[in-house]
């Protein structure tokens, strides 16, 4: 497959870009992909969650009433789980939610993520570009020329570009990332992929 490169007026520069076959032309994996998705969203996970058992509850030891002779159940100290204020039961601990996959697996799922926007037709190249200084308002005007405005776009440049990043950083529907950052979850989540030309050679370099 090959996609015709544009500049960043949204004019054809005349050149193409040929797909590899062996990146964006694979038998996708979808267990790969589920895969490599939970484990992108459990390593995002801060596991900070932390609530007080009835030990680190503040409170009297006290015994609330006498254990027989009131008709009613017999109760402990205030910091009774079943008081209001008590500690609670079986309540979330700080944990590690961190996964690990294989290496191999990862690949495949990229491959695999590639490989279904490149069939559903949602890779436009770029030429490369860059900003000479930070402005969301030069980004947006890139983004409503190449009529994007309304996507949810990700950009996939070869190289860190501060300038781009930083200009596209308050942007909902934008999203700017490099070959080596490249996930699997951004890749499905973005409606359309922008890739700059210069990347690919990396990205086949990566991936292949």
Partial sequence: MEIAVKNINGEETGRKVKLSKGVFGIEPNDHAIYLDVKQHRANVRQG???????????????????????????????????FRGGGRIFGPKPRDYNQKLNKKLKLLARRSALTYKAIEKS?????????????TKEFV??????????????????????????????LQKAQVTTC????????LNAEKLIITE??????ENLLG
């Fill in 141 to 170: 005007s890139i983004l409503n020329k190449l009529s994007l405005q309304d996507e949810k776009t990700l950009f996939i440049l070869k190289e860190n570009d501060m300038n781009v990043y930083m200009s596209s950083r308050n």
């Fill in 48 to 82: 900070t969650h932390k609530s007080k058992e009835r030990g680190e509850i503040r409170g009297s030891r006290r015994k609330v009433k006498k254990q027989k002779g009131t008709g009613t159940a017999r109760f402990g100290d205030i910091k009774n789980p079943i």
């Fill in 198 to 203: 210069g990347s690919f050679e990396k990205i």
């Fill in 123 to 135: 890779i436009s190249v770029l030429e490369d570009f860059s900003l000479e200084a930070v402005k």
């Fill in 180 to 187: 080596d950052e490249l996930n699997t979850y951004d890749l």
